[in-house]
């Protein structure tokens, strides 16, 4: 091998499985990608956004403050408004939800108040490019190599490259229909007690909303359960372990529809539970419920993380784009960016529903599947002994049959304890039209059917 | 101390020094800043940014794809645009300067060719958020943790940031007025082959253009130096040693004016030396010459760097918002590019020939300065018994009369083989009015002659 000068960092680093995926879908034209990530194009919102930046460029006034450098942690308008923004959906959830009888409201209101403008106050707030961002600077800010990471099993597979980059290992916490296994989480956690090694456990990521990649929802209850189960702990483990609620699919759920399984309540995040303020690290993103090009995200930290994160964030690129945050706080005061929301709201839930019913049609009853109640997944579960990874039968039958999907083994960390499940798959309906879901899962199908049907 | 659960680099990561002088800015209402490094406000292309966002947004079909997810290593059509950027300017400098009677053009024409396709081609270009972002990237890329890299004395002072929050260790090589102080760097890296530390030895950092803080800008002839002699030290690092080029002010160079010392020659970037593309790692921006707010810089990259900064790069953001890249190629692509920082470049000629004759009129003849040829600094020097530190008499007394400055002191490298020299200053006509630079040095001045003429 020749000599490198690359770092441990650099040499770790690797090609993220999707971008195989995206390759290969590159050298077939007529294949239909159900694998990416990606949002709905037809939807993104191309007239609003050129009449948001018209608003913000119509003048030097306007225009000179988005187009110069800003603060580091983000423009303070847009900070204003994101804080109100979060506040807003944690209340709608707790009074439209089913928490309008839990615990939350028999709290006294003024102490309530008070620790709420403390919880969804801007100065806590930091803008990053995308929450994308903010993943890697709450690794950074927090993680040596060798920490320890507790994920759910499965998990977003580009978090878990940053945390293989990074030279930090992953325990993997078992997920039910309603998020958590806190049974499983209690005994990893006793036993990296047993073995002295809770001080290398820094915090837990949690993708709380329409899970990528399972679809799944973390109830209220599991979030408090959760937390409470990270504060027994922290003593042993010698200081603060927080909770990374990753939100970035929480807009993105389904409205009410009497042919769709939708949920009665949709929880608030975990910084509603009561002294969440000092361990609960939300991130958030405008750039999926708006548009993916435009990348902004946001985060809102404890103390003294909040600071360790706005000075390397610094050193990163000194503050996300101006022009960005402009046109986000302008989309969002002008009531542009609820009325866009509510639109892709329908839509998704609309091309969702395409996909179960076609998925009703054409799958084997072998096939386990989960019907979301938002975000962008499906998640399909073979017979254990019918492996789904790239060089699988299913996958490279597929390929051949022009249509693709995650293999599930990949959103698998590495996990000494467990053997990884290669038996799902993960299939988006997110970027695809209504008649690409159709043909998508009838070619999937089909294959499916030749490989269990026989 | 409360226990914590940050990373050794969390806990690493400062305030950078500029922060705490943008907050004593804002105590003061009626306070000039000659410090900050933001570009001209007056001239910030408002109206040309909302008409190439007018037509990168005019219709969905070049809309959505704006608003789409990307590459992670940048557009397509931005980067082919910018390698043809880049190699026009190497090429406009080598005809137009003394180089034409250089050993370049001694080359066999095909054979310079061919190295220019491989050289300027856009496979090897990586858009990011800024060129800060590429900095960055490359340390991450590059560096262990206790690795050394050598910069110039004084240097940016945003990198040394990077450094220290990264436990980096930075070797300062004096400069001259044409750039780099060549023996010096010799002894450097003598000494360090005898210790046996250079194996961690990654990159030379250099600004070439209008240094940030110095003005300085390193002739050709001093960049193929450079790199002749990092390569004679490469055996015994043990790996390529390689060269960032960080020209951030490049395309701010002050055209000729009878009135104002120019240089005849801006030279090429260190791209142009024979045999450069496996060792210079280019840094630029459009954000300093067209729009701090449009955060959209690049870098030039050889492989196997290339690759592992593209992986780090999307572990970060999965690639620069395509909005804001979609806006540079068709600013880039409609001449409106051009022809703006054709305008600045006049624009700043102007304020820095406003600067010059206030400090001829207002400055102690004690103080050395520095004209510079581009760039947004002056650089001044006190006698050396007169410190111009945060906490020195001078800065509290400019503070005192409303006129802030960089202190030298904050621009070196913590390196033991030298005290760090503090009885200088970095003086910016870029955001400054006319009349505030005027006014602002004439305070100065007053400071100056107070404190040094008694």
Sequence with gaps: MKPSALSALGQRAT??????????????????????????????????????????????????????????????????????????????????????????????????????????????????????????????????????????????????????????????????????????LERILTSLKCRGELRRVKFFYLV???????????????????????????????????????????????????????????????????????????????????ATGVRVGYGILPQPLFTAVKHIKGNHDFGTSNLLQHLIARALASGIYGRHVARLQKRYTHKAHVMKLAIEEHFPSSVEWWKPEGGLYFWARLPKTVPTGIKSKVFSTALKNDVLYVPGEICYAEDPARRKPNHEMRISFGNATEKDIQEGIRRLGKVLQEILVQ
Tied chains: 1, 2.
């Design 15 to 184: 090609e993220p499985p999707i971008s195989w995926l995206m390759h290969a879908a590159l050298s077939r034209p007529k294949l239909i990608s159900l694998a990416a990530g990606f949002t709905d194009s037809v939807s993104l919102p191309v007239a609003d956004a050129r009449a948001a930046l018209n608003r913000v460029l119509r003048s030097p006034r306007t225009g000179r403050p988005a187009l110069q450098y800003g603060f580091t942690a983000g423009d303070t308008v847009l900070r204003k408004l994101t804080a109100e923004h979060l506040r807003k959906l944690d209340f709608h959830a707790r009074t439209a939800s089913s928490f309008s009888s839990s615990s939350l409201v028999l709290e006294p209101k003024s102490g309530m108040k008070n620790e709420d403008e403390k919880k969804y106050s801007p100065e806590r707030l930091l803008v990053t490019s995308g929450s994308q961002q903010l993943l890697y600077l709450i690794a950074e800010a927090l993680c040596d190599e060798g920490d320890i990471v507790l994920v759910e099993d499965p998990t977003y597979f580009v978090f878990l490259g940053i945390l293989q980059s990074r030279g930090l290992h992953a325990r993997a916490v078992r997920l039910e229909r309603d998020g958590l296994d806190l049974a499983h």
């Design 208 to 290: 709380s909303y329409y899970q990528n990649p399972t679809g799944v929802t973390t109830s209220f209850e599991k979030k408090r359960g959760l937390l409470k189960l990270l504060k027994k702990f922290e003593r042993d483990a010698g200081h603060p372990i927080y909770l990374l609620e990753d939100a970035a699919y929480r807009e993105l759920c389904f409205p009410g529809r009497a042919d769709l399984p939708v949920s009665p309540t949709i929880p608030p995040s975990a910084q509603a539970v009561p002294g969440a303020a000092e361990r609960v690290i939300y991130a958030g993103t405008f750039s999926k419920p708006f």
